[in-house]
């Protein structure tokens, strides 16, 4: 199974990090200045969901999307384009990825940028906080409740804001618990790839007020991203879609323009 393969090869990243990286660096990390919040950004305007816009070239179900895209040009395409956050993926393998992207991107947009990746470590914290990300993913299901508590209060020490995202009502009690900042719901199975907007539907109402819930992944149209509009989440995750349209810029507008919730 990809995902299974992808985690092993992502431990073995892990333990070159743990010998690059050293206390030094994350006392570096300690001493950046604040990051953008996505928590303020999606919260911004009440009346519509923020589109967090994602530069992803390539995908384990779709193959190349979009493999030489320039990913700092296409980031200040979407925030001209009304997006409310980056979502940059970092993987290298599956998603054609780099973790350059990321401080190419933040360093050329106002907007929070968002760090995908597979994070099972503290020590990719620090890395993705020395990359220039504002906010991490975390996914639930990869994690057990005591490395999630860890990861998450390690990412707040290290000023870094977290996206914990969820797939099965199951998942809930446990992502709630760990107190992340922004609680996504991903419409894809991770095992299937299979995608249907109805599970934020269903999951939506079962998250109780005071924070922000993003619906992830399957918007493929702007009746698509109306309907996750009138499942009254803060924001919404799009990333093949607007990584296929020729102007990524017109594509968010089309997206962020006229929608109410
Ligand atoms: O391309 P889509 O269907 O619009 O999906 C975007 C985003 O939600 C998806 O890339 C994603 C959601 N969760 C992830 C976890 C890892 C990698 C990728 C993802």
Known sequence: ???????????????????????????????????????????????????????????????????????????????????????VLTERTLFKGKLANLKQVQERVGIPVLRK??????????????????????????????????????????????????????????????KPDVLGINNRNLHTFVTDLAVTERLRPRVPAGIPVIGESGVLSRKDYKRLTRAKVDGILVGEYLMRQSSPRKAAESLTTGVRA
């Open 1 to 87: 199974m990809y995902l299974d393969r992808l985690v092993e090869a992502k431990r073995e990243e892990i333990q070159g990090l743990k010998r690059d990286y050293g206390d030094g660096d994350r006392e570096r990390a300690l001493r950046l200045p604040p990051v953008k919040s996505l928590v303020s950004a999606l919260t911004s305007d009440p009346s519509r969901p923020g589109l967090i816009a994602e530069v992803k070239p390539a995908s384990p179900s779709k193959g190349d999307i979009r493999p030489d895209v320039n990913p700092a040009e296409t980031a200040r395409e979407y925030e001209a384009g009304g997006a409310s956050a980056v979502s």
């Open 117 to 178: 990746d597979f994070i099972l470590e503290p020590v990719q914290l620090v890395e993705s906080r020395l990359a220039g990300a504002d906010v991490v993913l975390l996914i639930a299901a990869l994690l057990n409740e005591k490395k999630l508590h860890s990861l998450v209060e390690e990412a707040h020490w290290l000023g870094l804001e977290v996206l914990l995202e969820v797939h099965e009502e199951s998942e809930l009690p446990r992502a709630l618990a760990a």
